[in-house]
C-alpha cells in the first residue's frame, strides 16, 4: 500500500503544465476558429439590401425569389412588405457584393413572369421555378442608390445588348404595330418597343432598336414599312396568299430596306417613319415633300358628314394637301360651350404651295400664316356630287373677321373657317328619288299587264294557231311547183342549149367570121352615126310632143286610167288563170324546140347560111343607113303635122264644131302611135328583126 | 456485479499492483510501460482522458448547432425547392400525419445526440465529483451511450441514401443539406469524446476516498 504514493508523486512532478493540457484542445479551437472565420466570411461577402418597389407582388416570395442579371442570380429578395400606405409592394432584395457597385441610379428592375405572345412563349422557366426579378444596369459604376420603383415590362433596351435606338412615329393617318420585330430579309436585326400617341393624336411614336451587328444597315435614306397581316392574290398561277411569318401575321412586325446606298450612318434617337406598304416608303424617297408635311388644323362647326381622310386641301383650286386625320374635339376653354367640333388635320406638302426661297414646312407656315392675316379661309365644299364626299378649300375671304393665329413647338395652328359651301347634293338626288316615286308606275304596269293579256288572249286564238299550218300548207305546194319535172328539167335544158350555144360559135370562130363581123360592126357604125345625126331635130320634136301631152293632159283622162285600171285587173285575172301556168311548161318545149333548131342548123351546114344572112343583113344595114338619112325630112314632115294638130287643138278649144274633125285627127295621130308603139315594141322584142330584116 | 458494486469491498486492479494493456488485455504488472504482447503503450489511468472528453464534446456540440440551423434535405420537385431542417421536417410529416416516422426522426436525430451529450457530460463531471448514481449504474450509462452512439448516423444514411437514389433529374431530387455534414461531424465527435472517456476512472474517485477512508 505504501508502494503506491510514491509512483503517482513521481508522475506528478514529471509532468509539466503544457504536458498536462492535452493536444486535443486544439481541435475545438480550431473548430471554433473555422467557424468564427466562415461566419466573418458570410458576414463579408453579404452585399447590401436595396429596396424595389412593385406594383404588385405577384410571385414574389421571400428568400426564394432570385433577382437575376443576364439569367445569372445575383440576388434573393429577403423580405417582401408593403410600402407605406400599402400602395406599392416593396421586395427587399440581398444584392450579392460583387454586382453591388454596378447597381446605380440607372438601374431597371422588373418581374420576369410566363409570357405568351405571337412570337412565343417567354419566361416558360419561371412557370416551374417561379417568377424572378430580372435587373438590368450599364457596366459602369454610378452613384449608389438603394430604393428602386421597379417596371411594369422589360425595358426595350437592356444594357449590354448594344444598338442603335431609333425612334419610328407613323406617318400621317398610317398605323403601327409596337412592341414587335424588326425584321430584315426575314431575320431579326431589332425590336420597336411600346408606342406612344402624340398629344394631338396624330401619330404614335415608338421606340426602337436596332441590333448592333446590323446598325449599318440603317442610313437616312432608310425607309421602314409594315408587314403584318399577309396578302392575297388571284392571278394566272392561281391563288396566293403571302406572308412573311406567322409571327409577324399574327403581332404584326416591322421591317425596312435602303433604296439608296451610301448615306452617312445615322445616330441614335433619329426618327423614322413606318409606312403602310413597301411601294409607298418607296415612294417616299424619291418625293422628298410628301415626307415634309406641314401639320395644321381646322375645327369645323356644324354637319360635316363627308369629310373623309385623304380628302383633298385646295388653295384656289390647286391640290396642296389632304386631310390627314378627322376627328371629334371638345373643348369648352377654346370654344366656349361643349358641342363637339370637326377637327380635321391637314398635311399640307410645301412644295405644292409654289414657295419661291425655300420649300420647308416653316417657310410653308410662314406663307399660310401672312396669308391668313390677310383673309385667308378655310371652308368646306362638296369634292364629289355622286359620293357626296367633302374638300376644303381655302379661299380668299374679303372683310373677314380677324382670326388669331396661334404657332409654336408642338402645336398644330389652327385655321380659320369661313361659311362652307355644300352644294346639297343629297338634296336635289332626292327630289330626283321624289319624282320617280310619284311616276305612275302602277298604273303603266296595269296597262301593260292588260295589254300582255289581251295579247295573250290573241295569240291563243284558234284561228291564229292554225294559220301556221295553213302557211305551211302553202310552202307544201310552192316545193310540189318547184320539185315538179317540168321545172327542174329547165337548167337541164338551158344547159344543154348553151353548150350547143358554144359550140356553134366555136365553129363560128374557125371560120374567121370576126373580120367580116367587124365590117359589119362598122356598118352598123355608120348606121348609127347617121341615125345620131338625124336624131339632132329630135329635140325640137320632144318639145313638140311635150306642147302635145301638156295639152293632152288638159284632156279628160280619168276615164282612161279607169280603163286601164280594168285592163289591169283582166290581164292579173289572165296570168292567174291555168294556161298562164303551163307557160313554164311551154316554155320548157319552146326551149326543146330552140335546140332541136340548133341541132338541126349545126348539122344542116348553118354556118353558111349564117354567112349569107350576115351579108344580108350587111346589106340591110346599110339600107337602114340611107333610109335614116331620109329620117330629117320625116321628122320635118311629122312636126308639120303636129304644128297642124297642135293649131287644130287650139282651133278645138275656140269651137265646139271643129271638135269632131279633130277627134278624127287625134284618133289617127293615135293609131300612127299605136303603130309606132307595135314596132318598137317588136324591136324592143327582137332587136334581131332589125338585123335579120324580118 | 450488482452486489459486487454495493459492495465496498470491491477491490481494482490498480489496487492490487496490476495494470492491463487495453488492447490485448494482458495483465501486467503496475508501471510496465509497454505491453510485452503486442507492445501498445500501457497506462494504469489515462490522465488526459477528461480533457479529450471535453474538447470532443466540445466540438460536437458546436457541429450539433448548425445541423439544426441549417437545412438537413434539400428536396426539388419539377415545381418546387424544399429544404427542410431535421426538426421542421419532422414537423412537417406531422402535419402529414406521418406522426409515427416524425416520432422517429426526432429521438434518433434530436432526443438520442442530446441524451448523449448530456451523459458524457454527467459521466465526465461524475468522475470528479461524488455522485449519488452508483458506479455500476454509471457504467452501465458509459456502455449504453457507447453502444447507442453509433444509431444517430441513421439520419445521415438516410440522406445519404435518399441522394444516391432519387436523382431523376429535372423531375425531383434530393441532395444533402449543409446541416448533413455538420450532424455528421456532431455524432462523429460525440463518439470520439465517449470513446476518449476511460471508464476505469468510475470506479476510482469513488473507491479512493472509501479506500482511503477505509485504509486510514
Known amino acids: ?694 | 456485479m450488482e452486489i459486487a458494486g454495493q459492495n465496498p469491498d470491491i477491490i481494482s486492479a490498480r489496487d492490487l499492483g496490476l495494470v492491463a494493456c487495453n488492447r490485448c488485455a494482458k495483465v501486467w504488472p503496475a508501471g510496465t510501460q509497454t505491453c510485452a504482447r503486442c507492445g501498445s503503450r500501457i497506462v494504469a489511468r489515462d490522465t488526459k482522458s477528461l480533457q479529450r472528453v471535453w474538447a470532443l464534446w466540445l466540438v460536437g456540440l458546436m457541429c450539433y448547432v448548425p445541423a439544426n440551423v441549417y437545412p438537413m434535405l434539400r428536396t426539388r420537385t419539377l415545381l418546387s425547392v424544399q429544404e427542410d431542417t431535421i426538426v421542421g421536417g419532422a414537423i412537417e410529416l406531422v402535419h402529414h400525419g406521418a406522426i409515427g416516422i416524425a416520432i422517429i426522426i426526432l429521438v434518433a436525430s434530436v432526443v438520442i445526440p442530446l441524451a448523449k451529450f448530456m451523459a458524457i457530460a454527467f459521466l465526465a463531471i461524475s468522475v470528479t465529483r461524488v455522485s449519488t448514481v452508483s458506479k455500476h449504474q454509471r457504467q452501465r450509462l458509459y456502455e449504453v451511450v457507447e453502444y447507442i452512439g453509433r444509431w444517430s448516423m441513421i439520419d445521415i444514411f438516410v440522406v445519404a441514401i435518399l441522394s444516391s437514389l432519387v436523382q431523376l433529374n429535372t423531375l425531383a431530387a434530393i441532395n444533402p443539406g449543409r446541416a448533413s455534414l455538420f450532424f455528421a461531424l456532431s455524432v462523429i465527435f460525440t463518439m470520439l469524446s465517449a470513446q476518449a472517456f476511460d471508464s476505469r476512472m468510475i470506479w476510482d474517485l469513488q473507491t479512493k476516498p472509501e479506500g482511503s477512508s477505509a485504509n486510514d
Do not use: C
Open chain 1, 1 to 694: 500500500m505504501t508502494e503506491t504514493p510514491p509512483p503517482v508523486a513521481i508522475e506528478n512532478v514529471r509532468k509539466s503544465l503544457l504536458a498536462r493540457i492535452s493536444m486535443v484542445w486544439a481541435i475545438p479551437f480550431l473548430a471554433l476558429a473555422i467557424a468564427l472565420f466562415v461566419a466573418w466570411q458570410a458576414y463579408d461577402a453579404r452585399g447590401p439590401l436595396i429596396e424595389i418597389e412593385f406594383a404588385d407582388g405577384a410571385g414574389i416570395a421571400k428568400r426564394e425569389t432570385e433577382l437575376r442579371y443576364r439569367d445569372v442570380s445575383v440576388g434573393v429578395v429577403e423580405n417582401v412588405t408593403f410600402s407605406s400606405g400599402l400602395g406599392s409592394v416593396v421586395a427587399h432584395v440581398r444584392l450579392d457584393k460583387a454586382v453591388a457597385p454596378y447597381v446605380d441610379a440607372g438601374s431597371t428592375f422588373w418581374v420576369v413572369r410566363p409570357e405568351l405572345t405571337a412570337r412565343g412563349i417567354s419566361g416558360l422557366d419561371t412557370v416551374l421555378s417561379g417568377v424572378y426579378i430580372e435587373g438590368s444596369w450599364d457596366s459602369t459604376i454610378g452613384p449608389a442608390r438603394s430604393r428602386f420603383k421597379g417596371a411594369v415590362e422589360a425595358p426595350l433596351f437592356q444594357s449590354g445588348q448594344k444598338g442603335l435606338q431609333l425612334a419610328l412615329r407613323t406617318t400621317p393617318g398610317g398605323t403601327m404595330t409596337d412592341k414587335s420585330p424588326i425584321l430584315f430579309r426575314g431575320i431579326e436585326v431589332g425590336r420597336v418597343g411600346k408606342a406612344r400617341i402624340s398629344q394631338q393624336g396624330s401619330f404614335a411614336i415608338a421606340e426602337a432598336i436596332i441590333y448592333n451587328d446590323y446598325s449599318h444597315l440603317i442610313s437616312p435614306s432608310t425607309r421602314f414599312w409594315e408587314t403584318s397581316g399577309f396578302t392575297f392574290s388571284v392571278g394566272p398561277s392561281g391563288a396566293e396568299i403571302d406572308f412573311s411569318s406567322f409571327a409577324t401575321l399574327v403581332g404584326g412586325g416591322l421591317t425596312f430596306d435602303t433604296f439608296v446606298s451610301g448615306g452617312d450612318p445615322v445616330e441614335d434617337g433619329t426618327v423614322f417613319e413606318v409606312f403602310a406598304d413597301e411601294p409607298s416608303a418607296r415612294n417616299s424617297l424619291f418625293n422628298a415633300s410628301e415626307v415634309e408635311t406641314l401639320e395644321m388644323r381646322v375645327v369645323f362647326d356644324g354637319n360635316i358628314a363627308g369629310l373623309a381622310v385623304d380628302a383633298p386641301v385646295e388653295l384656289s383650286g390647286l391640290k396642296i394637301g389632304k386631310v390627314q386625320s378627322v376627328s371629334g374635339v371638345i373643348d369648352a376653354n377654346a370654344f366656349g360651350d361643349n358641342r363637339v367640333r370637326l377637327n380635321a388635320i391637314l398635311s399640307i406638302q410645301p412644295a405644292r404651295l409654289g414657295l419661291q426661297d425655300e420649300v420647308t414646312p416653316e417657310a410653308a407656315l410662314r406663307f399660310l400664316e401672312a396669308r391668313i392675316q390677310e383673309g385667308l379661309r378655310a371652308r368646306l365644299a362638296s369634292a364629289s356630287l355622286l359620293t357626296g364626299g367633302l374638300k376644303i378649300e381655302l379661299l380668299q375671304v374679303d372683310d373677314a373677321p380677324p382670326a388669331p393665329f396661334v404657332t409654336g413647338e408642338g402645336i398644330v395652328p389652327i385655321i380659320p373657317t369661313t361659311q362652307s359651301e355644300i352644294s346639297d347634293a343629297a338634296a336635289t338626288v332626292e327630289g330626283v328619288f321624289n319624282r320617280i316615286n310619284n311616276l305612275p308606275i302602277e298604273e303603266l304596269l296595269n296597262s301593260a299587264i292588260d295589254f300582255l293579256n289581251s295579247a295573250e288572249a290573241f295569240v291563243s286564238d284558234e284561228d291564229l294557231r292554225e294559220t301556221p299550218q295553213d302557211l305551211r300548207a302553202l310552202l307544201g305546194d310552192v316545193r310540189g311547183i318547184v320539185t315538179s319535172q317540168d321545172v327542174q328539167d329547165i337548167p337541164g335544158t338551158l344547159n344543154a342549149a348553151i353548150g350547143r350555144f358554144e359550140t356553134l360559135l366555136t365553129q363560128l370562130e374557125q371560120d374567121q367570121l370576126t373580120t367580116r363581123l367587124a365590117t359589119a360592126v362598122d356598118a352598123a357604125a355608120d348606121a348609127a352615126r347617121g341615125v345620131t345625126a338625124s336624131v339632132e331635130g329630135v329635140p325640137a320634136l320632144v318639145s313638140e310632143l311635150e306642147a302635145v301631152a301638156a295639152k293632152a293632159k288638159a284632156l279628160p283622162l280619168d276615164q282612161l286610167t279607169t280603163q286601164l285600171t280594168a285592163l289591169t285587173t283582166s290581164a292579173d285575172e289572165i296570168l292567174g288563170t291555168e294556161a298562164a301556168r303551163q307557160l313554164p311548161a311551154d316554155l320548157g318545149a319552146a326551149l326543146n324546140e330552140i335546140n332541136a333548131t340548133l341541132a338541126e342548123l349545126r348539122r344542116g351546114g348553118a354556118v353558111t347560111n349564117i354567112n349569107a344572112t350576115l351579108e344580108s343583113t350587111r346589106q340591110a344595114a346599110d339600107a337602114v343607113a340611107t333610109s335614116t338619112q331620109d329620117l330629117p325630112a320625116l321628122v320635118d314632115r311629122i312636126r308639120r303635122v303636129f304644128d297642124q294638130a297642135s293649131a287644130t287643138i287650139a282651133g278645138y278649144n275656140k269651137g265646139e264644131t271643129l271638135s269632131r274633125d279633130a277627134q278624127a285627127a287625134l284618133r289617127d295621130i293615135s293609131k300612127a302611135a299605136d303603130a309606132m308603139t307595135s314596132l318598137a315594141r317588136m324591136l324592143e322584142r327582137n332587136p334581131d328583126a332589125l338585123i335579120r330584116g324580118r
